[in-house]
């Protein structure tokens, strides 16, 4: 159902893949609310995915880019602006790719060169993004820019590994620059903390179905999934939030709030359960 929150915005998508995609989702009800938008992804991925699919069901151009590239940045918005007609409204960086997880690197026995691959990508392109939009003035007074992060950004999650630093990165770039732009241009910078999401990216982490069985027990309205997430971003986009900014907002069905719910805590007696003797010890495999 549309509310026509984003009526007459222009907007900047960029990650979405397939339909698995959080960004996928976003065009989706963007377009739905109103906008008009241009999609960026690698030009890899625009071969191997299907955001030409996307483009075609929303009237939207695809702009190849590789988001690290501040070359390839000062393109994606210089076209964008002129395709659209005007300065951009919203912009949605869903970004990200360890290639440490990738190949099974635990965080002990990191590849620095990979490191910095990790950061540039999912964190740095963020800064790089900001930078180029406010020196082509590219960005409308009172735009909207998110970038998706992880509660693994605040804590330790078995598996995340060096995401969680490039969430930790990405949320302080969305505050520092967050004053700057809002002081300067009153533009609003925010990140949301999305639940475990099954996307193609997110399947790549250890564990991703026990992580978000796992989550899914401990918050109490359940995992938020990428419909929900999308909605959210729409209304972060929206005029109704025009003084939010600098925020890391979790999406996360209460999850962060949490310490022990009523349902993990069953699923872990359980497993006690399950592993001990006849006297209740603890069986050691």
Not at 160 to 165: L, R, S
Request: glycine share 8%; proline share 2%; with cysteine.
């Amino acid at each position: 159902m549309s509310h026509n929150l984003l009526k007459g915005k222009r907007g900047i998508i960029f990650g979405a893949l397939n339909e698995m995609s959080i960004a996928w989702k976003v065009a989706e009800r963007a377009v739905e609310e109103g906008a008009t938008i241009t999609l960026s992804n690698t030009p890899i991925a625009v071969r191997m995915g299907q955001i030409d699919d996307l483009a075609q069901k929303l009237n939207a151009e695809v702009i190849p880019a590789d988001a690290t590239s501040v070359e390839d940045l000062e393109m994606v918005f210089s076209k964008s602006v002129e395709i659209l007609g005007g300065k951009i409204d919203f912009i949605l960086h869903s970004i990200g790719m360890s290639p440490n997880v990738r190949k099974k690197r635990t965080y002990d026995d990191l590849d620095y060169d990979m490191l910095e691959k990790t950061l540039d990508i999912s964190a740095i392109s963020f800064h790089k993004m900001l930078q180029v939009a406010k020196k082509q003035d590219a960005i409308a007074e009172y735009g909207s820019v998110i970038a998706l992060s992880y509660v693994a950004a605040q804590r330790t999650f078995f598996g995340y590994n060096d995401m969680a630093d490039a969430k930790s990165l990405l949320e302080s770039i969305a505050r520092s620059f967050g004053y700057i732009y809002g002081r300067e241009k009153g533009v609003r910078i925010n990140t949301i903390s999305q639940s475990p999401t099954l996307t193609t990216a997110g399947s790549g982490v250890k564990g991703m179905d026990h992580l978000m069985d796992f989550a899914n027990k401990m918050s109490p309205l359940g995992n938020a999934n990428a419909d929900e997430c999308a909605d959210y971003c729409i209304m972060m986009f929206s005029d109704l939030t025009r003084k939010v900014t600098m925020q890391n907002l979790f999406h996360d069905g209460g999850f962060s709030s949490m310490g022990m719910s009523l349902r993990a805590m069953h699923q872990y007696s359980k497993c006690l359960d399950d592993y001990a003797d006849k006297d209740g010890h603890i069986i050691y495999g």
